[in-house]
């Protein structure tokens, strides 16, 4: 395969906060009306102004550099007494042991985790079982090493409250035919889904009888609604060593401009990922990864605020969003986004991405990073100012109607 | 190519930093006599609390998370506004106009742009010409995406002070092979030597006519010493958009605990690239990024200090480590490495550089890391605390007279 073309699927053009590097983007659209005027609002990631960083998390970084040297430069898997730190703490969350030594590994940000973990577990020609629709990384990594991607369909919409709607005869299908490894977030990323427990237990049972790797992505489970029972796999697995959980303080925890996260579990696949990493990017910063101590070390009021907070909006924008005639979308059990299925519209789904860009200062991921059949949905990370999110839902609301 | 195969060949053991992970090392050893006291020095990478980070730098992190939001979240290549400001500087260095919006990408280290501009050049099969010795992961790197290796000798023992001592044949052989790529460090990690102003001409010269890429690693080039000159290739380079330069405030500057590098150079190579940063890291930790502020911006009187600082240590070091009989050691135009030839002894240089760490305190790394041919000598970074540095390598010479 030419260079050229490996890099062919690899767009960033409708990723995540790309958009400024589109350029004169009007004028192919036939825009209709005004712009609406209002609070520009970037629905593609949460905004850390309106949610801080965790209180403390800055003199912890200040203090890794008083540190100097030691804290500069760790070893490639992360600074061994902050892991030791972190190893019963993850333990006490996921429900089962931590090895600080062997089973842990600190990378630069969750991406880079799940980088690592993709490329020590598969290779060229392996088959991947990834669901649809899920992480847009997620599809792109196995890509890009040229491994086969099986799809596995998630009926978000339809399952009840109780199954975040995996179709697990296709995972099993999946294996059945050769698949190494499974690829998922939980809570499903973009459709805020939580797998139930019996979702779980299969998804540990079948990995198990077919000798599967399993790589969770739980980037949002400290962010789940009341009511929602959250499963650990590393907890419900059989064989335990067949999988890896990959976490990071970025998201509830508004600590993404650090570029921190984790991976544990596997020793085998952690051992390859340290490998990796040290010529992929040596080590998370440095200094950075000081700022870890205050994870899963907040005060618990501040961590119970932060979730009720996140509560408020959700109810507040669905109300709006449900509002809008023809919009489908399900609540959220857990993390920060809604992916609403859009009404016919008399231009495309990713022309209205543009236009609610442009007209309404409204920026959103088009569904069709996500899975080739939800080109007609928008993710939004709500994980933002409560009054401005309201108001930039409204003005979505306005130009759906508009272009009706 | 099974996924164990395939991390075979990239260990980390030898790898420097990571000697903390060796498990009670000594029991196949047989040491002679007692351990010798003295302050343990890591030659393995330079002491940043001997060479405190750049002025300001915190200041700069701190204002960074005081910015939020906007720090937090950058494009991938990293943010504009610091971008726009590096160019010129990066341009005045190296004496040739440098694109900020197209040219130029901000990376997680160093190493995160070395790892993302081969993996954005050569791809399973294609050709890469490499330099024996060199930096380890250039090796590495290339293997991990399954191509293939061109050696291209460079003589740094035989080659007087004006040439590096690159085998030209052997690079127009590779290029006439089929290689398209061309990888090198340039001063040399580890030798420490600088390419002359005709090897330069002559690189770019053969790449232009083969029409391939350069990779250049530069990321010693602000520490020259005294009467050495340096020439940019992107500067001689024929055809500039075939060449990509990298570097990184991390050597010296001491702001390796923030992970910062840039790449600069072909624009196709760089849209590449952040495609792939995009599924490896996203981007360079958002604050870290702000401390590019300060990089070619430092007080003068600093930035002369801080040479003077390393030649002082580099002649120091050099003068004890000529006068342990047998030791073969090239005095570095660049960079803060020493590359010596051990003499022969009654252990493998592997296990003597063990011994040294048991007994000495002294770390260094093996040169089997940089060449099959290297593996009789060692590569030890002096950018350390004087007095330190030098006791360390009087133990070094004593272990060598116990083993003859």
Chains 1, 2 share one sequence.
Not at 62 to 83: L, P
Request: aromatic content about 10%; hydrophobic content about 45%.
């Amino acid at each position: 395969m030419f260079i050229e073309t490996k890099f062919m699927k690899l767009g960033v053009e409708g990723a995540p906060g790309q958009e400024v590097r589109q350029k004169n983007a009007a004028t192919d659209l036939s825009l209709r009306g005004e712009p609406l005027k209002g609070k520009r609002v970037d629905f593609s990631h949460g905004d850390v102004d309106a949610h801080k960083p965790t209180p403390g998390s800055f003199e912890l970084f200040s203090a890794g550099v008083a540190v100097g040297g030691a804290q500069a430069y760790t070893e490639y898997r992360g600074d061994g007494d902050i892991r030791r730190e972190l190893a019963p703490k993850l333990a006490a969350f996921t429900g089962k042991s931590v090895d600080p030594e062997d089973g842990l590994i600190i990378t630069p940000g969750t991406q880079g985790a799940l980088f690592l973990a993709v490329a020590a577990t598969v290779t060229r020609g392996d088959k991947v079982a990834i669901v649809q629709p899920d992480y847009f990384a997620n599809r792109k990594i196995v890509e890009f090493f040229e491994a086969e991607i099986m799809p596995v369909r998630l009926d978000y919409e339809g399952a009840t409250d109780e199954r975040a709607g995996i179709d697990l005869d296709q995972l099993e299908s999946a294996f059945r035919a050769g698949a190494r490894a499974f690829l998922f977030s939980n809570p499903n990323n973009p459709a805020g889904v939580v797998y139930s427990a019996d979702e779980i237990a299969a998804i540990a049972l079948l990995a198990k009888r077919y000798e599967a790797t399993v790589i969770v992505d739980q980037l949002y489970s400290r962010l789940v609604y009341p009511g929602v029972h959250y499963s650990h796999l590393r907890a419900e697995a059989i064989d335990a060593d067949n999988v890896v959980t990959i976490m990071g303080p970025s998201k509830l925890e508004s600590l993404s401009g650090y570029r921190l996260g984790v991976a544990f579990g596997s020793k085998e696949v952690i051992a390859r990922m340290e490998k990796l990493q040290a010529i992929v990017s040596l080590r998370a910063a440095g200094y950075s990864q000081a700022v870890l101590r205050c994870w899963f070390n907040e005060e618990p009021a501040w961590f119970k605020n932060r979730i009720s907070q996140h509560l408020l909006i959700r109810d507040d924008l669905i109300a709006v969003l449900l509002d809008i005639d023809g919009v489908v979308v399900r609540s959220p059990q857990a993390g920060s986004y809604f992916f609403p299925k859009l009404p016919k519209m008399s231009v495309s789904a990713a022309d209205f991405v543009r236009i609610l860009r442009l007209q309404a200062g409204v920026i959103v991921t088009p569904g069709s990073e996500f899975s080739p059949h939800t080109g007609n949905s928008v993710r939004l990370n709500f994980s933002q100012d409560r009054d401005a999110a309201v108001e930039a839902i409204m003005r979505f609301g306005s130009l759906i109607e508009r272009y009706r």
